[in-house]
């Protein structure tokens, strides 16, 4: 069973300071790996798709990378603001497998 | 176009009432996912439908839970003999096809069992 773990659960940092959440997940046999983020009784925005082959995915201030073999994704938000405070969710999909495996998320709050 | 919709957008019911809760995806889209998220946890799946059909029930908690959809489209989470512990907010996904990546997610609907 595919376990993902997201460290830390909170973050707290002031406005311009660069953001680094980190996601590991116990079974390296993945198809794909997906960042989502929840605003506070909102659904799932879905940020970036990281497919199995690749490395990384950029999307203007945000940066994920993978790392397959060793299990770990981070995703970087450069130059934070207030209105990235929100939970950050990492998904994983498995190979062989159609559903997504959720770690419990990083609650971000950016400080103005 | 539209996205994932789902009504209601809240509901609060007694213990021991049955709850219809429904899920309209992206047209088009054939693969449709339902997820649980308790206060507090992660998403957790519950089942998965690939055009009309279900071939992993497997995150359904109980036989008080059970889901059907129609037409390749609308799909409906019933719960039966609410509890107390299905407090949570149901969260609908669908994507193009099984062999396409991304899911786009609803906005939920929050269920609170008195």
């Known amino acids: 069973k595919q376990e993902v773990t997201q460290i830390p659960a909170a973050l707290s940092v002031p406005e311009g300071e660069n953001l680094v959440l980190n996601c590991s997940f116990t079974d390296s046999a993945i198809y794909n790996l997906q960042w989502f983020r929840q605003d506070p009784g909102k659904g799932l925005t879905s940020l970036l798709l990281i497919q199995s082959s690749q490395r990384e995915q950029t999307s203007g201030r945000l940066n994920a990378s993978l790392d397959k073999s060793s299990g770990r994704s981070t995703l970087y938000i450069a130059a934070s603001q207030p209105g990235d405070s929100a939970t950050y969710l990492c998904?994983?999909?498995?190979?062989?497998?159609?559903?997504?495996?959720f770690g419990a998320g990083t609650t971000v709050t950016v400080r103005a | 176009g539209a996205g994932v919709s789902q009504s209601p957008s809240n509901k609060v019911t007694e213990k021991g009432k049955d709850v219809e809760l429904r899920c309209d995806p992206i047209s088009g889209h054939t693969a449709l996912y339902w997820y649980r998220q308790r206060l507090g946890q992660g998403l957790e799946f519950l089942i998965y439908f690939q055009g009309n059909s279900a071939p992993d029930k497997s995150g359904l908690p109980s036989d008080r839970f059970s889901a059907e959809r129609t037409g390749e489209s609308v799909s409906t989470l019933t719960i039966q003999r609410t509890q107390q512990e299905d407090s949570a907010v149901y969260l609908c996904a669908s994507t193009l096809g099984v062999g396409y990546n991304e899911q786009f997610f609803g906005p939920g609907t929050r269920l609170t069992v008195l």
């Open positions: 998904a994983v999909r498995s190979l062989n497998d159609y559903k997504l495996s």
